[in-house]
């Protein structure tokens, strides 16, 4: 338990490099695999930071001349990286690509069926696409009917995810909880993000690229603090945490203990239906 005796659990952290922007990362000669480098460096940030478990996700910049093969070993890998240290890493989230249609609903299944993943990342700015086109609805009902949470980034600055376009997603799965990944990553935008949540009961916002607790704060009076989960978008081979405003914040500041609990961690096992 590393925050005040409370355990923390970050939804946010990718496996997997970004060729997409040409970030290929590469072993030393004291390293024998990739996975188990990355791993080693991911676990010793987390102590550093005092993240006691995270959620991984892969990277969305793979490169896919092969189709939803080449997405079947990113996400086979994120499954063989989560099994590698359970017990750091209790949940996986995979990769359906909406350009796929209906091999990607395929993959929906096999996610869940055969990986054992609780959800499936949307991350529009890699997947040629917009968060509210047709085909990420489809994907997104179907993965509601299957039990999977929809992780949906929302980066300031991308048109294609503009954080209204998640609100109409979510409009179209009304009884599923998705959760909003870096709505708080510029001032306008969390300001926005505080508004839909009033109107979008079923949206739930990671902390990942706030610079200021303010805005998080700003969400936790509009809607209520069981609806802001803990994370860093920590993407891998990093040699340093990513900033954290919620930890500051929490070390620095007297926070009732539900919320510090709810925030750190409660709020992501309600959710993803982990144990606690």
């Not at 290929?24 to 480098?37: P, V």
């Not at 990769?95 to 249609?101: D, F, Q, R, S, V």
């Amino acid at each position: 338990m590393s925050v005040n005796e409370v355990p923390v659990i970050d939804c946010h952290h990718h496996v997997g490099t970004l060729e997409a922007h040409g970030m290929i990362f590469s072993l030393d000669d004291n390293q024998k695999d990739l996975q188990g480098a990355d791993r080693d460096l991911r676990i010793a940030v987390m102590k550093r930071q005092g993240v006691d478990q995270a959620v991984v996700i892969p990277g969305h910049g793979y490169l896919r001349p092969n189709g939803v093969a080449d997405t079947r070993v990113v996400n086979d890998a994120v499954a063989a990286f989560r099994d590698s240290a359970p017990e750091r890493f209790p949940a996986a989230v995979g990769i359906a690509e909406p350009l796929h249609g209906s091999a990607g609903l395929a993959e929906l299944h096999r996610m869940r069926d055969v990986l054992g993943f609780v959800g499936v990342s949307i991350h529009v700015r890699f997947q040629g696409v917009q968060t509210d086109s047709p085909l990420v609805k489809a994907l997104v009902r179907e993965a509601a009917d299957l039990g999977l949470v929809p992780f949906v980034h929302a980066m300031d600055g991308v048109p294609d995810e503009s954080i209204w376009r998640v609100q109409q997603l979510a409009q179209e799965i009304p009884e599923t909880t998705i959760l909003v990944l870096d709505a708080f990553n510029g001032v306008e935008q969390a300001r926005h993000a505080t508004i839909i949540a009033r109107e979008t009961p079923n949206l739930v916002f990671d902390t990942s690229f706030a610079y200021h607790f303010m805005f998080v704060q700003a969400m936790i009076d509009a809607v209520g603090f069981e609806r802001v989960c803990f994370g860093t978008d920590y993407y891998s081979m990093l040699p340093d945490p990513q900033p954290s405003v919620v930890l500051d914040h929490f070390e620095k500041h007297e926070v009732d203990l539900e919320i510090r609990q709810a925030i750190l961690g409660g709020n992501l096992q309600r959710v993803l239906g982990l144990s606690s």
